[in-house]
């Protein structure tokens, strides 16, 4: 059974930092490009970050570039996302996920085959 477990989440106030993991179970996360995404309410899934497979390329949406670090740790079956100098706007349930594909990055929510239960982030103002 595939399961992608985000974990980290929580209330923060504007300038703080977040740090949220993904342990992911029951397929091959080695093989896996892993990805972050977010929904504020009201929206729609909006791409964060993603990683490819090996860890050589990461990508970032601009609004968080310079802010946020994606790693993964293939040794864990285990995706991280760091988010530093957090503002009101990055308010939103991030979600974690998981796609097996040649084409990097995919930034759209859809693509990705396996999806997390997501991690509500909240930053005070």
């Known amino acids: 059974q595939v399961q992608l477990r985000e974990s980290g989440g929580g209330l923060v106030q504007a300038g703080g930092s977040l740090r949220l993991s993904c342990a992911a179970s029951g397929f091959s996360f080695s093989s896996y490009n892993m990805g972050w995404f977010r929904q504020a309410p009201g929206k729609e899934h909006d791409f964060v970050a993603a990683?490819?497979?090996?860890?050589?390329?990461?990508a970032y949406a601009d609004s968080i570039k310079g802010r946020f670090t994606m790693s993964r740790d293939n040794a864990k079956n285990t995706a991280y996302l760091q988010m530093n100098a957090l503002k009101p706007e990055d308010t939103a349930v991030y979600y974690c996920v998981a796609q097996r594909s040649s084409y990097f990055p995919a930034k759209v929510w859809n693509n990705y085959e396996y999806r997390g239960q997501g991690t509500q982030v909240t930053v005070s103002s």
């Open positions: 990683t490819y497979w090996s860890g050589g390329y990461t």
